[in-house]
Structure formats: C-alpha cells, structure tokens
C-alpha cells in the first residue's frame, strides 16, 4: 500500500472489523497487527473469547470444556482462539488454540500459590476418540506454562478427554514435586523443564518415544519404555537436592537403547560409571547413533570422561559438544571415527572440529 493512500480499513468501525477478520483463516488474521496501529488493537481484542472473573474451579473447567468442544474453523461465530479465564483476584487462565492441533494454556499468579508444593497426575483416557463434531477441536499437542497447586486439577480434567494427544509439554511449575503421567495410547513427545522443586517423576506411556528433560535430575521411573529413542537429560545443574543418592539402575534401563542421547558429564561420571564398573561390567549403548555431550568445560580430565562413554557406544555416528568453553579445546590432540566409511561424515567432522579446536597445535585424526 501507498504511504499515502488513506488506511480505509483502520477507519472502519470495530464491530466491522472483528466481522471482517473472523472470516479470515488464522494463518492470514495474525498478520493483522502489522496493517496498522489500530489494528494490532483490534487483533487483541478479536482473539479474547471471554472474561470469568473470581470463577471456581468448576466454573473454569466447564468454560474450557465449552471453548474447546464449541471451536469451530469454518464458522466465524466460533473460530476465536483465545480465552481468559480469572479463578480470583490474583490468577489467570490464557489460553490459545493455534494451528495444528496445539493449545498452548499459560498460568499467571500473584500469590503465593506459585511457589506452594503439589503433587500432580496427569492421565489420558484409553478409548477409541467419540466422534467430533465440526466444532470440536482435537487437541494433539498441549503445551502447560506456570500450572500450579490451585490450577493443576483444572488441567488434569480437561486432558482426561485429550484421547489423541501425541505432544505433550510442561514448563515453569515452580511447586511441583512430583508427576505422574498416565498414557496408555498415544502420547509419544514429552518434555519437561523448569521445574526446580521437582523429586519424583513416573510415566507409563508405551508409544512414549520422545523425553526432554531439563533442570534438577529427578527420581525417574518409565514403564513399558522399549520405543524411547531420544532422550534429552539437560541437568547440569546437578540432582535433586532431595535426591542426593539417586538409583541408576531405572535410568540406565531407560536409556539403553536410545538412538539419540543428549547427556551432561557429571551423569556419566557419578551415576553410569560407578554403576556399570560394579555390576554391569558388559553394559554398552548398541542402539546409540547420536550424542549431545553437555559439559560446563572441556579440560583435558573432561575429555577423558568423554572418551570413556564413546568406548561404551560401538555404533556411535555423529557427537555434538555443548560448552561454556566449547571454542578452546587446548589439550586435544587424537580423535580416532570408528565405524563410518562415508566420506562426508569425515568431511563435516573435519569442519566442525575447525570450529573448536587450537589451531596452533597438532591434531592427529584416525578414520
């Protein structure tokens, strides 16, 4: 448009307006606030569903029911997507149906409900999904921010019908202490972060193929974990500090045969090592194609840790270093690829090292 050619639709009146861009795909209506001023208001106003102010829990509960069910793409009237909810002065509800199947639900408090400790269960219903309605929305990735001790049963009754969620992620629940997850269909991607209060985590979910952890290790507990391929462990913080003598064993069965494995050095060095060294004398990581070495450091001793888990994966193919310091290894002086005969695999481990390696000393390099 022409700096100055007149903004007609700005001018328009606001009821015109949410008219006009409710008739509008989601991909197209959330470029609206870039049109104009005005319009990034008007879009706002456009995605608030409703307002429940000092709502009990029930009442929530049946509000969120009711946007979800009565979510309608094609009907105008009912494609709004997004819903405040207020349990009372101090905590509030977001919520946002996007594209794709995702809910994102971001939990905002005040008090001290956010910091008060709870154990929660999440479990999903097994059963073949009723039939939905043109209006219905199927959630299959939900994403939960800040859930806390007043706000997680509101969660847990809504997903008890999310029959085919497959994604599944939770972030910012500063109470939680524990968490079990009960899914015996679908889910397949879990990830969990920021949770600095967490000690026990159990999951029963056999399609389950996908965990990111991130933050104090916990007590970790998978049952029927034979389809977990990738596993992200980010805990350089360490583990629990309720947790300061954690069994191995659960943990090392679950990760045995991952594919891709994201692990921090101290995990290898004060879990897996004394472990296997005692009683697993024959344990090795078959399945393991990729690695994401997490380290604060990489000294010489840090490196040696580092070789002493590669001796543990004959089938290992391709190694990521994640480091404060990952652009001075100083001390490296061999690297030996096993088990590659592709040239180009060769070739990107030759550039990538160029990136963290000294340059003014020697490395010998064995394929």
């Known amino acids: 448009?022409?700096?100055?050619e007149p903004d007609n639709l700005s001018s328009l009146p606001l009821e015109l307006l949410l008219y006009i861009i409710s008739f509008l795909p989601f991909e197209s209506a959330r470029l609206i606030p870039f049109v104009s001023t005005r319009c990034r208001s008007v879009w706002s106003q456009a995605l608030v569903f409703a307002h429940i102010h000092n709502?009990?829990?029930?009442?929530?509960?049946?509000?969120l029911s009711s946007f979800i069910h009565n979510f309608n793409e094609h009907d105008?009237?009912?494609?709004?997507?997004?819903m405040e909810l207020h349990f009372d002065k101090s905590t509030f509800v977001s919520t946002i149906i996007a594209p794709h199947n995702v809910m994102h639900m971001n939990?905002?408090?005040n008090g001290s409900k956010n910091e008060e400790s709870y154990c929660w269960r999440i479990e999903i219903k097994d059963q073949i999904p009723r039939r939905v309605e043109r209006s219905g929305f199927l959630v299959k990735t939900l994403c939960l921010d800040s859930v806390d001790s007043l706000t997680h049963e509101v969660v847990s009754s809504m997903v008890l019908d999310c029959s085919l969620l497959e994604n599944l992620k939770i972030c910012g629940c500063k109470g939680l202490t524990s968490l079990t997850i009960d899914s015996p269909t679908k889910l397949v991607h879990l990830s969990i972060s920021d949770c600095p209060k967490m000690?026990?985590?159990?999951?029963?979910?056999?399609?389950l193929k996908t965990l990111h952890y991130q933050g104090f290790l916990p007590s970790i507990k998978i049952h029927e974990h034979f389809n977990l391929t990738n596993a992200i462990f980010n805990v350089r913080q360490g583990p629990s500090y309720h947790n300061n003598?954690?069994?191995?064993?659960p943990l090392l069965l679950i990760i045995k045969n991952s594919q891709s494995l994201a692990l921090c050095r101290w995990m290898f060095e004060e879990l897996i090592k004394p472990s296997i060294s005692s009683s697993w004398t024959s344990f090795q990581f078959y399945k393991l194609h990729e690695l994401r070495w997490i380290d604060n450091s990489m000294k010489q001793e840090n490196i040696n840790s580092l070789i002493s888990f590669l001796k543990l994966c004959p089938s290992i193919e391709r190694i990521f270093i994640t480091s404060k310091?990952?652009?001075?290894?100083?001390n490296l002086k061999l690297l030996k690829l096993e088990g590659s005969k592709r040239e180009d695999d060769k070739n990107q481990l030759i550039v990538a090292l160029q990136e963290i390696v000294n340059i003014d000393q020697p490395l010998l390099i064995l394929f």
Not at 199 to 207: C, E, H, N, T, V
Not at 245 to 249: H, N, Q, R, V
């Open 1 to 4: 448009m022409d700096e100055h």
């Open 55 to 63: 709502g009990s829990i029930e009442d929530v509960s049946h509000a």
């Open 76 to 82: 105008p009237s009912k494609n709004t997507r997004k």
């Open 107 to 109: 939990f905002f408090s």
């Open 199 to 207: 000690r026990y985590l159990d999951i029963r979910s056999p399609k």
């Open 245 to 249: 003598s954690l069994d191995i064993g």
């Open 325 to 330: 310091h990952a652009r001075t290894l100083k």
